[in-house]
């Protein structure tokens, strides 16, 4: 490859172009040799903790935020890493990391309560929770409802004897949207704002919203079906007793157009002559 640098350098000082197309070809030669001997890196976001744990006590170490997906399918995946000293061993130390979502019933109810709840009762009111062991573990986040904060926390709910030290690191390999750090955003969400999507957008991800469609539809033609069939009914009905009013009507019946016919009186008397001058003949 030095080599090629070379002749590339000797073709453009030998080649016959104009100066400012020279001096481009160089600059152009001298980037793509800078970005052959440079590295990029990117460091994953991550939380890290190390304390001397005593018995009844909790840290709140930070979190993250993550992103939903309505079929439930994971949305992060965090990578942890425990390193443990102390004379009691870590499984039976009863050391556990906790997450609450940022739903109202999750760690809105736990944060109201932080300072005074007991270790047992923060393990009830967690969104998920692990009893930590010396070396690595992982978490996935599954959420399907909404975007939100994610607060890790850890808990010391034994005897964790003398000079326990435990160092703690999560790393979020995918998903995570935001950071923030230890005892911060109690009461606020570090989630990046977003446009908001239409009703439409919104609701055809859902399986309900098309239930609901199809169910309505289901619903509007039975009751469509129900009322032509009683209006039908109806129609029958009322043709029948009109035929039926129209047979018992017999001489009755005024027929418009027909004729008047005068009835002959009895003994076929006819009455001649004028209207005037009337004779009977019997």
Request: net charge neutral.
């Amino acid at each position: 490859s030095i080599w090629l640098r070379e002749k590339s350098r000797a073709l453009i000082r030998n080649a016959a172009m104009p100066q400012p197309c020279r001096g481009l070809c160089q600059l152009l030669l001298v980037q793509s040799v800078l970005a052959e001997f440079t590295e990029f890196t990117a460091s994953k976001p991550q939380l890290q903790a190390e304390v001397s744990l005593e018995a009844d006590h909790y840290w709140h170490l930070g979190g993250f935020c993550f992103g939903h997906d309505p079929r439930d399918r994971e949305v992060g995946l965090l990578q942890g890493r425990v390193q443990w000293t102390g004379e009691v061993p870590l499984r039976k130390a009863n050391v556990y990391l906790a997450g609450f979502d940022g739903r109202e019933d999750r760690w809105g109810r736990a944060a109201k309560s932080w300072k005074s709840s007991s270790c047992q009762q923060k393990l009830e009111e967690a969104s998920s929770y692990t009893q930590l062991q010396p070396g690595d573990f992982t978490v996935r986040i599954l959420q399907g409802t909404g975007t939100r904060d994610w607060h890790f926390v850890l808990l010391s709910c034994g005897e964790v004897g003398a000079g326990a030290t435990l160092k703690l690191t999560l790393e979020a390999e995918r998903g995570a949207l935001s950071i923030f750090e230890a005892n911060s955003q109690f009461h606020s969400s570090s989630c990046p704002a977003v446009a908001t999507r239409g009703w439409w957008m919104e609701s055809r991800s859902h399986l309900g919203f098309w239930t609901l469609v199809l169910l309505a539809f289901a619903i509007g033609s039975c009751l469509t079906a129900l009322l032509t069939c009683c209006l039908s009914r109806h129609l029958r009905f009322g043709a029948a007793q009109c035929d039926h009013k129209s047979c018992e009507g017999g001489a009755s019946e005024v027929v418009v157009g027909r004729p008047c016919e005068v009835s002959h009186p009895p003994g076929d008397a006819i009455a001649k002559g004028h209207p005037h001058d009337v004779k009977m003949q019997v």
